[in-house]
Every structure is written in C-alpha cells, then in structure tokens.
C-alpha cells in the first residue's frame, strides 16, 4: 500500500490526476490517507462528478451543500455488495450484501457497486476504501457509525458544507446498506445448478462471484506472480464498478491441463538401458525446476537464519524432492506396474540388475538407495548445468532419504467390498464444454458438472446409488480459441446486436470410471443400454465419441467395460497409455486459506492445477420465488488443487489410488466435489 502523502510529494503537477486516478480505483490496493483528510474528501468529491476535472481541486467542495448531488451520492447504498449478482450477465438483477470477514478490521477491499450505469460516478464518494486508522474502511463506513460514536471524516465534511441535518438521513441508509441481505427471489436471468441431496430432493444453486476475490487474482496476474488470461466485457459500466475501473478487460485465473500425445514406447527404455545403462528420467533430473530445487537444499544447507526458517525451508525442500523423485523413478513405476513378462527383450537385459529386483518389489533398500544415487551424480556431473550439484554432501544426504522414502512406499491394495462394479466408459468426447468452471479460473471444468452427468446416469440406468463415486481421466484437451458473436435482437422494431457474455469453450476426450453397488439383476448393463443411459449434455457442452479409425469414419468408438473387482480395475488401468492423465485430488498435501497462498503454491509447485470444486453457500437454504426446486441458496465458488497423475503412477500408490476416487458431498454449508478420506474404495 501507498500513502497519499507520498503520492502528491513525488508526483509532478502534470500526472497527478492520472496517478490519483489510478490509485483510488476499486481495483487498486487501499491508500493510506491519515494527515490527508481533508484531500481524500475533494478527491472522492472530484470523482464522483462527471467530465474532466483536477481530482485536488477544493471547488468541488461546494458541491457538499448541493442537494441534486447529495441525493446522488446516495443512491447507489442501496446496490452496495460484496457479491456482484450482475456478473457476467447485466440482465440479471438483485444485490447480495455477505461479508466473509469484520469490516472494522479488514485489510483488503470488499464493496462494489452494479445497477444502473449512469451512477458508476456517483457511487465513488460512498462507496471507494481507503486505508485510515489501521484498518480499511470508506465513508459508507464512517456514516454508518457515525450515530453512536464521533468520526473525524465526518465532521470534516460537515465542517466544509455538508449539512448537519442529512446526516441522520445518511448515517440511516449506510447502517441499512451494511446489514446482510440476499434477495428473497431469484431473477429470470440468474443461473441455477440443481442437485441431489441425500434424501433424494433437490437443491438449487446460484453462483455469484465474490468481488475482492476478483480483484485479488487481476492484481496477482498484473504482477505475473499467476497464469492468467483476460475475459472481454463491452458494457463494463453495467456490470459494476469493479469491472469498469478494468475497462470490462476481467483478468482470472487459466490453467489449462497440457498432455502429451505420444504414449511411452518400450524401445527407448532398451535404447537407454543399452546406451546409459540406467532407467531414470534425466528430463526430470535436469530441468529448470528440478536443477532450482536442488540448488536451494544445497543453499539453505549452508545459510539459515532462524530456527523457524530452518524448519519451514527444509519441510519445504523435502516435500519438493519427493515430487522431484517421483518423476525420476517415473519409468521403473510404469514397468513394475506394466510388469516385465510382457516385455522379454527388457527382462532379459535386466537380468540380475539391481533395476530389475526393484521393479519385480523385492529388493535390498539400502543398496538400492546407493545405486540410484551414484546414478543421479553421475547423471549430474555429466550435465553442464548440473555439474556443480555432482557429490554435493548436503545432497547426497538428502536424495538418499528421499530415494529411501521412494521405493520404500509400501504398494499393497486396498480391497473394497465384494459387492461393488466398475463402469469403465472409454474415449468419450465433450465437445464445447464450459472451460470457464467460475468467474476466477479457466481450465478445467468443473468438478461438480462431472459429478452432475454421473448422477444423471446412474438415475437414468436406475440404480438407486446415495454416493456414486467417479474417476475422470484425461487423453486430449483443446481450449477454443476466439469469443463468441452477439446474437441479434428485434427490439423497438429494429435489429440490434444484443449483449455478448464472453466465455471460454473446450473440446477434450476423457476415460470415466464409475463405482457402483451391485445393482439390481433386473438392470441391464449390456453396451447398448449403458450408452442409452449417458445423459447427451457435459459441463455446457454436448457429449460425443471418438471414431474407431480415420479409415472407419461412420463407425463411433463405444466401449465399456466392467470390472467385477479391484484386480479386473486394475489391470484395466495397467493396459491403459501412457500420456492418459487422472485427476487427482491434491487440497491434502497443500492446504491455502485465501488466494494468496494459493497463488504461492500455484507460482512453487509446477504439478498442481486449481479446479472448480464447488460452492460454498451464503446463508441457508431456503424456499424462494422462481427457484428450480423447493430449497434455493446462493453460493460462491469453491477453488480446490488437483494433479494429473499417469496410470502407471496411480496403479503403484496406494494412497494416492485413493484420491483418484471423487464423490459429490452436501452438507448444510456447502456443496463439494471431495476425494481421498471421504471415499471408501481405492484401485
């Protein structure tokens, strides 16, 4: 944060405007205006006129003792939110007041305004925040409390021409526009998910967007500390203050998954082994990341500051070099869990290594944790960038507890009831999915329109499931390029361009597994009735199928298989290629209260992907006017990690099998798509 003071001192005279201009609007960080008062009152002032003006201009405090101008500043209270309802879409109408935090002492900006545009001016006396008295606050604030304690913003402003008998008036429609509300209907425009609860009703869902979240990731993305891409919006003054001081130019989160197209090939495993004599992943080893990673264990080995820093350094390291490993070992994973009798030529070039006994699980640790890593040091004291690394002691200490921790993972399998199935849909295609899973983020899409299109299906094939589990797999992904057109509107008797909401599209192919009870004898699951039973609709787009072969043209490819028990599963997921990636869940091995830390996690850890997990609810449900169901809440939207983990990683892991596994939970605050402990099955 900036202080006003030092604005004015160290601007020239001929860009003050622009640099006060810019530094009060909502999508910059609080000024701190203490000394300053009376400025920041001719600032706000100066804004909320229309027409070009000097922002330090005290002229414009006459128009304090102007009525016209009183009664605009005022009212714009009536629309102060904390969630804009009107975003994307300005049709939509209604104003959500919901603070996730004490006003009083908060440190982040909170409010906006979205209604009528002409008022985009006037509603910047009230509403702007502001840095005074360690806290962040605006002067809807200080009016607020202006009744049951003193407030030197105010006085001032009465001091210089506002008259004392309004501000009874004011100070009552600030204290209304702080209370809590959300609209007791739902507007025809607003969006509506609905779901399944438990005891088989439905619940329906309005997502709106949190504003200071916005405007948290487009100062992140300004500063590159996250990915990001911009979302246009051509009628910025009607969809709210925020989005206007953007210039509609929305900056949110993109993290599309990247894949590789080429399955791993057994051949360059025997060329390397014939070449190199070893079986590790030198791409893993010696790129930027892996080289940054070992440079600081060997750094923070020789420089510590504190006890404390110590400790968080090396929780930090280890952590990175257990995922630095994993992809190091990545595939002597795959053949152990491919398995080396479908692969004589390599078994019998492994024979008698020690590469051979740890891919067959039997093996002595200790010399397999020194033989892995004179391989590592010699790998590295053959590489330019890596030579300085070669036989560091620091590092060798530490990659052999990290080889240790490695092979050591204990590979056995969890066997879930007898009385389960495993629906294993191949190759399914969505096309023109919403990659756009909520206002912040572009990527993947959402969680819960998978968990959705499994519930429509199960209830459609009519099995009576509580809790389907699912596993979603992806093989192509391809985010749209371009924005969409406005569609035309006949409107007072002529053709008009109507509003374009710009949003994001992808294509991509994917595996689904799902996990049933046994159903019912009397349900058939022959192929034909399994596809029947898809819903043709996926996450905004529509569903489809791979073709058998470029020379097959009219021929779709529609497999599905069913695994009767976890083996079946697991050999199903054994054969499957390479460059298949599987979500999953990673919110237990990184855990983020707000954006921030998320975007430190997203900036350190090059494995991890948000995803759209869910909606947190903003009160309770409850009947209202033009719901889709009975009980209706309006929720915000719930950001969780994910990584993509290929099969044959998953196959090896128990405990990360686990997480592959994702269900739909709600609860009375909450609906989440969750993985790991919350499921009961594993692969």
């Known amino acids: 944060m900036v202080s006003l003071d030092e604005l004015i001192k160290n601007t020239v005279p001929k860009d003050i405007d622009i640099t006060l201009k810019k530094s009060f609007l909502d999508l910059s960080d609080p000024v701190i205006i203490d000394g300053r008062e009376l400025d920041v009152i001719v600032i706000l002032t100066n804004l909320s006129l229309t027409g070009k003006k000097e922002l330090l201009d005290r002229v414009s405090l006459e128009y304090l003792s102007d009525t016209d101008w009183q009664n605009s500043v005022l ?9 804009n309802l009107k975003y994307p879409n300005i049709k939509a109408d209604g104003c959500i007041f919901f603070p996730h935090l004490v006003l009083a002492k908060r440190k982040i900006k909170v409010f906006g305004y979205a209604k009528n545009s002409n008022l985009i001016n006037k509603c910047k006396f009230m509403i702007t925040e502001f840095f005074w008295k360690d806290s962040v606050t605006s002067l809807v604030e200080q009016f607020a409390k202006y009744k049951n304690e003193e407030s030197s913003l105010i006085d001032l402003i009465v001091e210089h021409g506002f008259p004392k008998n309004r501000t009874l008036e004011f100070t009552q429609k600030s204290i209304e526009a702080l209370e809590v509300r959300v609209p007791d209907s739902v507007h025809r425009e607003c969006k509506q998910a609905r779901f399944i609860e438990k005891n088989g009703e439905f619940l329906a869902i309005t997502p709106v967007v949190r504003t200071s979240n916005q405007r948290i990731i487009h100062n992140l993305a300004k500063e590159h500390k996250v990915k990001s891409t911009i979302i246009y919006h051509h009628r910025p003054t009607s969809l709210g203050s925020y989005v206007t001081a953007c210039g509609g130019r929305v900056r949110c989160l993109y993290y599309p998954p990247r894949l590789s197209q080429v399955d791993s ?86 024979d008698e290594t020690i590469e051979k006994s740890v891919i067959n699980e039997c093996f002595d640790l200790k010399y397999a944790e020194k033989h892995f890593t004179r391989q590592v040091n010699e790998i590295l004291e053959y590489s330019k960038e890596g030579k300085p690394l070669a036989y560091e002691p620091a590092l060798i200490e530490a990659m052999g507890t990290g080889i240790r921790h490695c092979l050591s993972n204990k590979r056995g399998y969890h066997k879930p009831a ?43 094939l009519g099995v009576t499931e509580v809790k389907p589990k699912f596993v979603i797999a992806l093989r192509q992904f391809e985010c749209r390029k371009g924005h969409p057109l406005s569609r ?84 199903g997921v054994k054969i499957l290629p390479s460059f298949l990636r599987f979500i999953i869940g990673a919110d237990q091995d990184y855990i983020f209260n707000d954006i921030n830390e998320l975007s430190d996690i997203l900036e350190n850890s090059h494995e991890i992907i948000p995803v759209n997990k869910g909606f947190s609810f903003l009160g309770l449900p409850s009947p209202r006017d033009n719901a889709i169901s009975k009980k209706h809440v309006y929720s915000e939207p719930v950001l969780g990690l994910a990584k993509l983990l290929s099969p044959q990683s998953l196959i090896t892991k128990t405990g990360i099998r686990e997480l592959a596994f994702w269900q739909l939970n709600i609860s009375g605050k909450s609906v989440e798509v969750v993985s790991g402990d919350h499921n009961d099955c594993a692969m």
Not at 292 to 321: A, G, M, P, W
Not at 527 to 533: A, D, E, K, V, W
């Open 265 to 350: 090939s057994i051949d360059h495993l025997i060329i390397q082994w014939q070449t190199r004599k070893h079986l590790l992943n030198e791409r893993a080893l010696l790129n930027k990341k892996s080289l940054n990673i070992l440079f600081q264990i060997v750094r923070d080995e020789e420089y510590t500051s504190t006890v404390q820093h110590t400790k968080n350094s090396k929780l930090r390291n280890k952590q990175n070099l257990y995922h630095l490993l994993e992809s190091l070992f990545s595939e002597i994973f795959y053949l152990r869990g491919k398995g080396l009798d479908e692969i004589p030529m390599l078994d019998n070039l492994l």
């Open 418 to 460: 007898a009385d389960c199935i495993y629906l294993h849909f191949e190759k399914l295609m969505a096309y023109g999915a919403n990659s756009q899973s909520n206002p912040y983020l572009v990527g993947l899409p959402s969680l819960t329109a998978v968990a959705g299109f499994v519930d429509a299906f199960i209830m459609k």
């Open 488 to 571: 035309q509107v006949y409107r007072q008797n002529k053709v008009r361009n109507g509003a374009v909401i710009d949003s994001r599209h992808c294509d991509f192919e994917f595996d689904l597994i799902i996990r049933l009870s046994k159903p019912d004898s009397s349900i058939s699951l022959d192929n034909h009735n399994l596809f029947r039973c898809l819903p043709k609709r996926f996450a905004g787009g529509v569903l489809g199928f791979s073709m058998q072969s470029r020379e097959q043209k009219g021929f779709r490819y529609k497999t599905c298989h069913i695994y009767h028990d976890e083996d079946a599963l697991r050999h």
């Open 75 to 83: 009212k714009p209270l009536a629309w102060l939110h904390t969630h």
